[in-house]
């Protein structure tokens, strides 16, 4: 199937066109259709496989500019939003229809400007109900409302306020299409609430690509920032994206790393001023930064190519933030590493990792390395020691 036969209107499929796309993935060709038709969609998918031209093709493709928004998008993070809003801008350049992108962290002029004229909006939820507070937000003409990165705003604590978006939202006639990678009970019972008869479709887990070589390095809790230094030191990397659990970690790492000689480090996380975050980011992809500290908030949906090395400083807690935090290397098929300090208190977390992809992750020690011991460096594990029982004391003749 090629993107002519789904049935979009000649200037979408002219924005393609021009992007050099002849055939859909599999959620844009499954979900394009039933878009199109009006339907309520649920897309059980990760970020990677082209979902949001999956939401985006076909609710462009059911509007013409009226200076009004008509189509929402709910994403749980700014990087996203952004992301997400860019593409809607370039799928939908040849519509007249105007995009307006809002998240909090900067001045609400531009954004109040783009809203007098808006078709689309795209939003983090928080900025999308400070401007419904501030009535510059108009709710009433919109057709399609797009929530996507679903168990992300679960896990950040967004669903609350994302309910009270929806209900905001005209119920009548609306058309919902819902994307998460996972679907705990909690999004479920949600899903259920929002959306009308909604068509399913569920994308294969995505799998670590194969051109990725995985490895764990074993170390002692006192030895993680050692490890890393020597692990950066030791490889020829053009750019690297270290992702810690914290943002104070975050910090921390990257203020050791910005002492060190040839490293030009960077940090992203939510406690950074949004214009820097995207100074951060955008430094990483012109090269003015080869290494971004950064937690999982740069993990999902975040587009940057070119990435030779990812290094966990923790293994992740959840097994589906690896597979996400890996994903960031070895794509369109260029190889890459990825390298993750194992501690003693992470062996449940890597064993979790390991039957998540289905692959046996390779131990490595660095050689000429000064190690504090951890029984992690054994090759194999110490054999119980049996102390030898005493003889049993002889019986005594009566």
């Known amino acids: 199937m090629s993107f002519t036969e ?17 055939k859909p993935t599999p959620i844009q060709s499954q979900a394009i259709p039933l878009a199109l038709e009006g339907k309520d969609v649920i897309g059980a998918s990760q970020t990677g496989t082209g979902k949001t031209a999956a939401f985006a093709l076909p609710s ?12 929402l998008v709910l994403e749980p993070t700014r990087e996203l939003a952004d992301q997400v809003a860019e593409q809607f801008r370039h799928y939908g350049k040849h519509t007249g229809c105007k995009v307006a992108l809002l998240y909090g962290g900067v001045g609400y002029g531009t954004q109040n400007e783009e809203l007098a004229s808006a ?36 896990d950040m604590g967004f669903l609350p306020t994302v309910k009270k978006i929806v209900k905001i939202c005209p119920w009548d006639d609306r058309q919902t299409l ?39 390095y074993p170390a002692s809790i006192d030895q993680r920032d050692e490890i890393l230094v020597e692990l950066l030191r ?54 003015t930064f080869n290494i971004l500290v950064a937690t999982d908030v740069a993990a999902r949906g975040i587009d940057v190519s070119g990435v030779s090395h990812v290094i966990n400083y923790r293994v992740p807690e959840n097994p589906e933030d690896y597979v996400h935090r890996i994903g960031r290397t070895g794509r369109a098929e260029t190889e890459g590493d990825a390298f993750t300090i194992l501690t003693a208190d992470e062996i449940e977390f890597a064993d979790s990792v390991e039957r998540f ?42």
């Open 357 to 398: 992809i289905k692959q046996k992750i390779v131990r490595r020690k660095l050689d000429n390395f000064d190690y504090v011991y951890t029984a992690l460096l054994d090759d194999q594990p110490a054999k119980p020691v049996r102390k030898k029982r005493p003889p049993a004391p002889k019986r005594r003749r009566r």
């Open 178 to 216: 819902f994307f998460s990678a996972t679907m705990p009970p909690a999004i479920a019972s949600f899903a259920e609430w929002c959306l009308t008869d909604p068509h399913t479709i569920e994308i294969a887990r995505r799998e670590v690509a194969k051109t990725v070589s995985h490895s764990f």
């Open 119 to 154: 078709d689309i909006v795209v939003a983090t939820p928080g900025r999308l109900i400070d401007h419904y507070y501030k009535a510059t937000m108009r709710f009433k003409d919109i057709k399609t409302l797009i929530l996507d990165e679903v168990d992300r705003m679960l």
């Open 6 to 22: 789904l049935g979009l209107t000649d200037s979408i499929q002219k924005a393609i066109a021009e992007s050099g796309y002849t």
């Open 234 to 287: 030791r490889s020829e990397f053009q750019s690297v994206m270290i992702f810690t659990r914290t943002r104070k970690e975050a910090d921390t790492v990257c203020s050791a790393l910005n002492k060190e000689e040839g490293f030009k480090v960077a940090a992203m996380h939510s406690d950074i001023k949004q214009r820097d975050r995207m100074a951060a980011l955008s430094g990483f992809k012109e090269g």
């Open 60 to 71: 462009l493709s059911r509007i013409k500019p009226l200076g009004k928004p008509q189509i």
